[in-house]
Nanobody, 115 residues
Framework: QVRVVESGGGLVQAGGSLRLSCAAS????????IGWYRQAPGKQRELVAL???????TYADSVKGRFTISRANAKNTVYLQMNSLEPEDTAVYYC?????????WGQGTQVTVSS
């Protein structure tokens, strides 16, 4: 059974940085797409960034130039480097992994940016 686990969230001041990690385990297959989404209180879940095999990336306009998604050496593991964080980035960040035979969500990790 595939399990997706996020880590790296926390509390940071505006202008600071955090790095989130996402690892999908329990399968021998490589994910076709791994993405980060976020959901702020009272708002819909939105795409932040995703990476498609081999290595094409997509970013939300609101994070372009500040966030970077990249692959780790470990299989089905990606990072989201978040720089110049703003209070508006405060949300629960979810990782989503899409395989040829299904897609899976993690439980989320809280990111709070104080002003």
């Amino acid at each position: 059974q595939v399990r997706v686990v996020e880590s790296g969230g926390g509390l940071v001041q505006a202008g600071g940085s955090l790095r989130l990690s996402c690892a999908a385990s329990g399968t021998t297959f490589s994910a076709n797409v791994i993405g980060w989404y976020r959901q702020a209180p009272g708002k819909q879940r939105e795409l932040v960034a995703l990476i498609r095999r081999p290595d094409s990336t997509t970013y939300a306009d609101s994070v372009k130039g500040r966030f970077t998604i990249s692959r780790a050496n470990a299989k089905n593991t990606v990072y989201l480097q978040m720089n110049s964080l703003e209070p508006e980035d405060t949300a629960v960040y979810y990782c989503h992994a899409a395989f040829f035979n299904g897609d899976y969500w993690g439980q989320g990790t809280q990111v709070t940016v104080s002003s």
